[in-house]
């Protein structure tokens, strides 16, 4: 039997298997919706992973009103003492530093942060989280948060349990036309949404650049392509999807009901690689599984319908894109296009230049709003610090968290479910409820905003 056989029976019976993790009853604690812990006066991070991710985060972090750096932790020395070296460069206390593969539980039993900021790679996600939950932390990890269904059920569970906040830092929910896009939803500015879509097109074929020394060998390949080797469907899908599932309150009125989805081979990695370092290079030989494009369509519990979109390999500009569709108008995020239909009654045109000036002034968020000048201080023009900014401001003041454990796995469950679609040649895979039947009587999400002042 050859590999790819193999790697697709075993992972039919996976999938036979996980069917099971669909449904779970069991409670390990109190549930999560709401909950709001004790203000902190002061919020203390321990970033675990400070690689080129990590790193702008402990610089990012240093600039957040009420939040101090006090911990660090790598399987790499040197990145540990770069990590305290930032810390100390802005002005603060240097952080105590853990290392090797043991150090995120030390620093979990260490008392010494509330919160723990994960940057390491997609793979070591659940593992860390569930050991810093146990150790009485608020846990924030960097996307996907989770790679299998049965994993966002321990994760929940964990949370419960230990009664600490666990979500998924989904920093593309919070850009300026993002959130513009879900307050237009939850005024009803556009009626009832009936169909929405979420693209993410990035090129990730920069871990393997030209000239590049990093990548030869088979053992040194960049850890998000290890982690798609043998893996198909929608590998990326939180950074879609997390403005769409805030705007049509999955999760608090409505759930995933199902979901079918279809990619293309993959050919991309395989051939900058050869083209690279030549077709006898090790990595060249190395077969990624993972589509190049993917589309997955989801149904909602009452009916409304999302397709979601994603490009991991084309040689084209890095792209987020939204809409939602309305019975009274359309919303179009990067671009920003809109359409009312009381305006425009044949739907036919889009707002003019001074008609969207007007409209932004009106719908986007307060946030962006009193601190756009803020924008500069964090990456991805601004988002990755609105996200820090909101989330810690939740905490000083004792609030929920926007984005809770059951967005967690909900979100990041399209992982497995698309590959279990394309793999069997994209029949449909029903979505767990995560919630247990509560999404029914939950309230949307409040103002995802920080007060001026």
């Not at 240093?62 to 003492?81: I, M, N, S």
């Not at 990548?215 to 390949?221: A, G, N």
């Not at 247990?436 to 920080?450: E, F, H």
Request: contains cysteine; aromatic residues 10%.
């Amino acid at each position: 039997m050859q590999r790819r056989e193999f790697l697709g029976i075993a992972t039919l019976a996976v999938a036979a298997a996980s069917m099971a993790a669909n449904e779970r009853v069991k409670t390990a604690g109190a549930p999560m919706r709401g909950f709001a812990d004790k203000p902190l006066d002061k919020v203390r991070v321990g970033v675990i992973g400070i690689g080129g991710r990590g790193s702008s985060a402990v610089a990012r972090l240093c600039k957040v009103p009420g939040v101090q750096v006090t911990a660090v932790c790598d399987l790499l020395a040197d990145r540990v003492r770069k990590g305290q070296d930032i810390v100390k460069r802005a002005g603060f206390p240097e952080p105590k530093g853990f290392v090797g593969p043991e150090g995120y539980k030390q620093l979990a039993d260490a008392g010494v942060c509330d919160v723990v900021h994960i940057n390491t790679n997609w793979i070591s996600h659940t593992e860390i989280a569930l050991r810093t939950l146990q150790g009485g932390l608020h846990t924030l990890m960097e996307v996907p948060g989770c790679r299998t269904i049965e994993q966002g059920w321990q994760l929940i569970e964990a949370s419960e349990k230990y009664r600490r906040h666990c979500a998924v830092l989904a920093n593309c929910s919070y850009g300026d036309q993002e959130m513009m896009l879900i307050n237009v939803a939850h005024q009803k500015v556009l009626g009832e949404i009936m169909h929405a879509e979420g693209c993410y097109l990035h090129n990730t074929r920069a871990p393997m650049p030209y000239g590049g020394q990093g990548f030869l060998s088979r053992d040194k390949i960049f850890s998000s392509l290890q982690a798609l080797e043998n893996h198909t469907g929608m590998c990326y899908p939180v950074h879609q999807f997390g403005p769409i599932a805030l705007a049509l309150d999955i999760n608090r009125g409505d759930r995933l009901d199902h979901l079918v989805s279809m990619g293309n081979e993959g050919f991309g990695w395989q051939e900058v690689a050869r083209k690279t370092y030549g077709p006898d290079a090790p990595v060249a030989k190395v077969k990624f599984e993972a589509n190049d494009f993917n589309t997955t369509l989801i149904r909602t519990a009452k009916g409304k319908s999302i397709m979601l979109r994603q490009c991991n390999n084309c040689p084209m500009p890095y792209c987020r894109e939204y809409k939602l569709y309305g019975f009274n108008g359309t919303f179009n995020a990067n671009p920003l296009e809109i359409t009312i239909e009381k305006q425009f009654p044949r739907g036919a045109d889009w707002m003019g230049e001074e008609e969207k000036k007007a409209f932004s002034a009106k719908y986007r968020s307060p946030m962006w709003a009193h601190y756009a000048e803020r924008a500069h201080l964090g990456g991805h023009g601004g988002m990755d610090y609105f996200m820090d900014f909101r989330w810690s401001y939740c905490l000083r003041k004792g609030l929920p968290l926007d984005i809770d454990v059951y967005d967690l796995a909900t979100w990041s469950s399209i992982f497995e479910l698309s590959e279990r679609s394309v793999r069997t040649g994209s029949q449909p895979q029903d979505v767990p409820d995560f919630t247990r039947g509560a999404w029914k009587t939950l309230p949307p999400v409040g103002d995802m905003s920080v007060p001026a002042g």
